[in-house]
């Protein structure tokens, strides 16, 4: 019913940007929460930024100062715009929908690989 497809990862060097996409089909409940985790190997999924459809925001500390979430709601399409990337931030990224009373959707995944 829900589908959640993520564009953007890729390999780059240290100090380098990418930007992610991810776009969500089907349907879609108006108040959400669109957000990003990420995997590193042998290390739990953790948030890295979340952005509700009413405007609030959160980031990961390590994250802060550094990477950028942003949604078109019209689009039902969030973005994470990653700046200054370091090696500890190379991970499998998912894209993540969550609905009211815990319904939530992931996505595949894409892979950034930031190289030292």
């Known amino acids: 019913q829900v589908q959640l497809v993520e564009s953007g990862g890729g390999l780059v060097q240290a100090g380098g940007s990418l930007r992610l996409s991810c776009a969500a089909s089907?349907?879609?409940?108006?108040?959400?929460?669109m957000g990003w985790y990420r995997q590193a190997p042998e290390k739990q999924r953790e948030l890295v930024a979340a952005?509700?459809?009413?405007?609030?925001?959160s980031l990961a500390d390590s994250v802060k100062g550094r990477f950028t979430i942003s949604r078109d709601n019209a689009k039902n399409t969030v973005y994470l715009q990653m700046n200054s990337l370091k090696p500890e931030d190379t991970a499998v990224y998912y894209c993540?929908?969550?609905?009211?009373?815990?319904?939530?959707?992931w996505g595949k995944g894409t892979l950034v690989t930031v190289s030292s």
């Open positions: 089907g349907s879609i409940f108006s108040i959400n929460v």
């Open positions: 993540s929908l969550k609905f009211p009373a815990g319904v939530d959707y």
């Open positions: 952005l509700t459809s009413g405007g609030t925001t």
